[in-house]
């Protein structure tokens, strides 16, 4: 079989689950980890025929892509503001729309800055951050131990150090042991379970449900915490920069007015309001 029938057959078998556009594109990244050829060459190679281990591979990547299983866990690696992070089912798989909140946020970032990031995951966000300001102090902090092992081990693949902790957000006792911070930012879980059936099935079946889920009793209980936390861990001069739920624009907003801060929402690049940033009265 050549690239270009594998190719063909692959795209194939995708169309019956996805779109045509992601279905292509789950397609380059499979091949592209397949053959180690950027587009341009599979396409001066096409002809060639797979390796009997690669054609191998690709049947492994079909089952398991027709399970609905997202291409990243796949191939343990997914792709966030020009890195390569590796990723399993432990974490969210990194959005273009967090990498958006992290560029607003670097905006506002000293050199020196002590930064805190709530639910790191993967650790894409602070290791962004140690990367583009190398002098910031980054913590990270996560409930779950086996994030924190994936997130440390991109951590170490990039180069970064970063203080990681193992703790959950939600008790005021155990955030309370962590340092004041000139930068809070945070992509918390903000999903209701009653909107579990709204959601794509590869992300309700594969991707961490304590990472996405919140009750539907408080559906806003990360955002009531980080308010309280910002009162006594954010310096007077800090930021706090959050990913929301576009529906739940309004009422985060309204959250942190209510508890005398000063908000700025932000669209991302589909034009739904999905970032807000908040800072303390300064009267």
Same mark, same amino acid.
């Given at each position: ?63 398991? &892509?027709? /399970?609905? +299983?997202?291409?990243?866990? =796949? %191939? ?5 503001? $020009?890195?390569?992070?590796? @990723? ?17 946020? &670097?905006? /506002?970032? +000293?050199?020196?800055?002590? =930064? %805190? ?5 993967? $650790?894409?966000?602070?290791? @962004? ?155």
């Amino acid at each position: 079989m050549t690239i270009n029938e594998a190719r063909i057959a692959l795209l194939n078998n995708l169309n019956s689950i996805y779109d045509e556009r992601e279905s292509s594109a789950i397609t380059d990244l499979v091949f592209e980890r397949i053959t180690g050829l950027k587009k341009i060459d599979r396409i001066f190679n096409k002809n060639e025929n797979l390796s009997e281990q690669n054609a191998s591979l690709l049947k492994e990547f079909i089952n398991q &892509l027709m /399970s609905h +299983k997202p291409v990243q866990y =796949v %191939l343990g690696e997914a792709w966030f503001y $020009g890195m390569k992070l590796f @990723v399993n089912e432990h974490v969210l798989i990194p959005r273009p729309e967090t990498e958006e909140l992290v560029q607003w946020a &670097l905006g /506002s970032l +000293k050199k020196k800055a002590k =930064v %805190l990031d709530v639910g790191t995951g993967s $650790g894409c966000i602070p290791i @962004v951050i140690k990367k583009e300001l190398p002098s910031a102090e980054v913590y990270a902090c996560d409930i779950s131990e086996d994030a924190l092992v994936v997130a440390k081990k991109n951590a170490e693949a990039q180069g970064t150090q970063i203080n990681f902790k193992q703790l959950d957000f939600l008790s005021a006792e155990q955030r309370s042991l962590l340092p004041e911070f000139d930068l809070i930012i945070s992509n918390p879980p903000y999903i209701a379970l009653q909107e579990k059936s709204e959601i794509d099935k590869h992300v309700v079946e594969y991707e961490p449900h304590l990472a996405l889920f919140v009750p539907d009793a408080d559906d806003l209980i990360f955002y009531r915490q980080l308010v309280e936390f910002g009162r006594s861990h954010l310096h007077p001069a800090g930021f706090m920069f959050m990913e929301i739920h576009y529906a739940k624009a309004p009422a985060v907003a309204e959250l942190f007015r209510s508890n005398a801060y000063e908000i700025e929402t932000r669209k991302d690049m589909h034009g739904n309001d999905r970032m807000i940033k908040a800072w303390k009265w300064k009267g």
